[in-house]
Structures are given as structure tokens and as C-alpha cells.
């Protein structure tokens, strides 16, 4: 087993580590270019060891950075480290080179700018308040530069004007910055979520252009299916040993075509705004669960909370509830559970089973399509949680699938009273 890092950098999103690398690279060959030009174009004397010292630091920090392994991004703690450490190694330069005289202390802006793109309010504080401190230091004590043997000295109002604007800059780039980033987070999250939102109807259509597909397709097989049956029915006499049989296949045969018979009203786009029949949660379900039950397994349904709200009779709700009523019911050992709850804002309907419940390594993805559920097979290709999903979510429900403590699959689905409630037909 591999071992953990004391320092984990990688996480979902954040700024990319290569980009941080590559920018610090460009700064150290711009600060060493300011270091010979001034030495020895300007003439000034610099302290050359330290000045040194400070960008070796820098350069010996990327190279383990980029030998480290590949880390595709950065969390909020390591950026900020980062990006501290940049501020006082650009603070320590500018204690060497004069302080806030030296025209570079403008830099100390850089990383307050950066942090404000790509941070939080509260790391992009503190960094604010190392870069304020920083200046506050320079302000107070720095070296001198010395041009041919005698010091520039800059009048008091100089560095307090310098002072005050990196001050003032680096409240108002943390400010702007992170606020203009804010909006552009806003419009990208709103964006990415509509073409998810769309990507899933898209998908939901082309379920549904299967499903009459199927229905059309097999539609005339089983009709020969069902005739072969029925003759059978009439060959064989009641003590025959394959008359139970017989007449087995007849009623799945019947049953089939009852099914594409469904299928093919709700693709049908005549009947999609047709009046609709509102129910109590508890009829509506037991309406539902009469076409799957099955033998050995108890279905219970309870009913709790005042002014209960109807449900819709619509293809989507009743739909996605058979999907997931089905399977719960496939899996279940002994009994399901379907409780209704009246809640002052919502309504809460929660179903819950003895199976094995939900595999751990899979429940963050339940949803997608031609992913496999609960069948150790793989037969199922999570095509019914999917469905169940997009249709509930157009009711307005909100779907949350887990497992129960002591074994299980659970699922919570929750409308809004508001979405339910029309026209004061909440029941008593």
C-alpha cells in the first residue's frame, strides 16, 4: 500500500502547480537580469551573497517542486504557502536593494493579485496582510543603495507615499480581482450546469427514442409469440404437466405487450400534456407497486404528518417511482419499506430495503447511465436509477441514494410543498 505525503498537494481544482512553477522561473530570471544590469550597468554596489541566497532559494523550491511527481493542481493551503513564500523572498530582495525606494516593490502586488483569482476571501486576506506587513517592514528599516560610494537617501514622504499606495493597491486588487473572479467563477458554475442539465435531457431523449424504437420493433414478434401461446393454451388439457406452464408464458407474453403499450403512450407527444389524475402519496405508490410485486417480499407503506399534498399523476412521477419502487423490490430479501412524511415545507417519501444495498464504490456515480448497479453480473446497466432521476427531478423532487447502518439500500426523495400544492388541495 503506498504511503501518504505529510504535505499532499494535489485536489480537484485550484490553480495548476506547473503554471505557479513556470511563472516563479520567469521571476527568478527577471530578478537575476535586475541583479547584473544594476551591478554592472548602474554601477551600484550591491550586496551580491544574500541577493543571491534569496534567489537560489527560489530556484532550489521549483526544481523539488517540479521533481516532487506530477500534481495536476494545488489546494487553497498549498497555493497560499506558495505564494506567501514568493511575498517574503520578494521582500527580503527589496531589504537588499533600498526598500520601498526600489522601483520593484511594486511587485509585492503579484501575489495579492493572483491569490484574489484564484483563493478564497480568507486566504486572500492573509495575504494581504503579509504583503501590507512586508511594506510596513520596508518602510521602516532597509539597506540603503550606494551609487559610487554614497547612499540614496529618499525623502520620509517618498516612502510613505510608496507605502500607502502598495497599501492601498493590494486592498484594492484583493477586493476587485477577487470579486471580477467571483462572477467569472458564478458564470462558468452556471454555465457548466446548464450544459450538464442539457447533456442529461439529451440523454433522456435518446432513452426515450430507444424505448418506442423497442416497442415498435418487438411488438410484432410478440404478437406471434402470443398467438403460439394461445394455441398451446388450447392443445394441451388441464392436467397436463406443461399446461402451468403454458399458460405462464401467456400472461408474461400479455404482460409484455401491456408494458410496450405503456412505453409507447408516453412517447407519444399528443398525450404529454394530458389531464392528469392528483393522488395521495400512499395510493399512488400502491398503485405502482401492484404491477411489481413479488412472492417472500412484504411491501410497506405508512403514511405520517398532517395536510399530506397530492402527488401528480404524471408519466414522470409515475415512471420514476416505478423505477425505483422496482428496485427496491428485485432486491429485497424480505420487505420494503415506503414511508410518506408531511413536512411544513416538502414532502418526503423514503424507501428503504433488506437487499445488499448500494455498492460503496459506486454510490458517488448512481445516476449515469450504462453504469452497473446492484448486479454482481453487471446485467444492469443503471438505465432505471437514470430515468428515475431526470423524470423525478422534473416534478421538482430531489433524489439522495445511500444504505441503511444495518443493510440496505435507502432513497429519499423530497418535493416542495410549493411544486405539490395548488389551489388548496392539501389533504386533511
Not at 485536489?11 to 551591478?39: D, K, N, S, Y
Not at 486572500?124 to 496582510?129: Q, V
Request: charged content about 20%.
Amino acid at each position: 500500500m503506498p504511503h501518504s505525503r505529510p504535505f499532499e498537494l494535489a485536489t480537484v481544482g485550484g490553480v495548476r502547480l506547473r503554471t505557479l512553477i513556470l511563472v516563479r522561473w520567469i521571476a527568478i530570471a527577471g530578478q537575476l537580469a535586475g541583479v547584473v544590469a544594476t551591478e554592472a550597468g548602474l554601477g551600484l554596489d550591491l550586496p551580491l551573497a544574500p541577493l543571491l541566497t534569496a534567489i537560489g532559494a527560489s530556484a532550489v523550491l521549483n526544481l523539488a517542486l517540479s521533481l516532487w511527481r506530477p500534481i495536476p493542481r494545488l489546494n487553497e493551503g498549498a497555493t497560499t504557502v506558495l505564494l506567501a513564500w514568493d511575498t517574503v523572498q520578494l521582500a527580503v530582495l527589496l531589504y537588499f536593494t533600498g526598500g520601498l525606494g526600489n522601483p520593484f516593490a511594486l511587485m509585492l502586488l503579484a501575489p495579492v493579485c493572483v491569490a484574489a483569482t484564484v483563493l478564497s476571501r480568507v486566504h486572500t486576506a492573509g495575504l494581504c496582510l503579509l504583503a501590507v506587513a512586508a511594506a510596513s517592514l520596508l518602510a521602516l528599516r532597509a539597506l540603503p543603495l550606494a551609487w559610487e560610494g554614497a547612499a540614496i537617501d529618499f525623502h520620509g514622504g517618498h516612502l510613505f507615499g510608496t507605502w500607502a499606495a502598495l497599501v492601498i493597491g493590494s486592498i484594492f486588487f484583493a477586493v476587485y480581482a477577487g470579486w471580477i473572479a467571483a462572477e467569472t467563477r458564478r458564470a462558468t458554475q452556471a454555465l457548466s450546469a446548464t450544459q450538464d442539465a442539457l447533456a442529461r435531457e439529451q440523454r433522456l431523449a435518446a432513452v426515450g427514442a430507444l424505448a418506442a424504437a423497442t416497442a415498435h420493433e418487438l411488438g410484432t414478434p410478440l404478437g406471434t409469440i402470443h398467438l403460439v401461446a394461445n394455441e398451446l393454451a388450447a392443445e394441451v388439457t388441464p392436467d397436463d404437466p406443461l399446461a402451468e406452464d403454458v399458460a405462464l408464458l401467456a400472461r408474461e407474453v400479455a404482460r409484455c405487450r401491456d408494458i410496450l403499450k405503456q412505453l409507447s403512450a408516453r412517447t407519444d407527444p399528443e398525450d404529454a400534456h394530458a389531464p392528469l389524475e392528483r393522488m395521495t402519496p400512499a395510493a399512488l405508490v400502491e398503485s405502482v407497486v401492484q404491477r411489481y410485486r413479488r412472492p417472500g417480499v412484504e411491501v410497506a407503506i405508512a403514511s405520517f404528518g398532517e395536510r399530506m399534498p397530492v402527488l401528480p399523476g404524471t408519466p414522470e412521477v409515475l415512471h420514476g417511482l416505478a423505477n425505483v419502487l422496482q428496485n427496491a423490490i428485485q432486491f429485497a430479501r424480505s420487505r420494503v419499506d415506503v414511508r410518506m412524511t408531511a413536512l411544513p415545507d416538502a414532502l418526503e417519501m423514503t424507501i428503504v430495503d433488506d437487499g445488499p444495498g448500494f455498492p460503496s464504490a459506486i454510490l458517488d456515480h448512481l445516476g449515469e447511465p450504462y453504469l452497473s448497479t446492484r448486479a454482481k453480473d453487471g446485467s444492469h446497466m443503471g438505465l432505471g436509477i437514470f430515468i428515475a432521476i431526470t423524470l423525478l427531478e422534473r416534478s421538482g423532487a430531489v433524489l439522495d441514494f445511500g444504505n441503511r447502518a444495518d443493510g440496505g439500500a435507502r432513497v429519499r426523495i423530497r418535493w416542495p410543498r410549493a411544486r405539490l400544492v395548488k389551489e388548496g388541495e392539501d389533504e386533511a
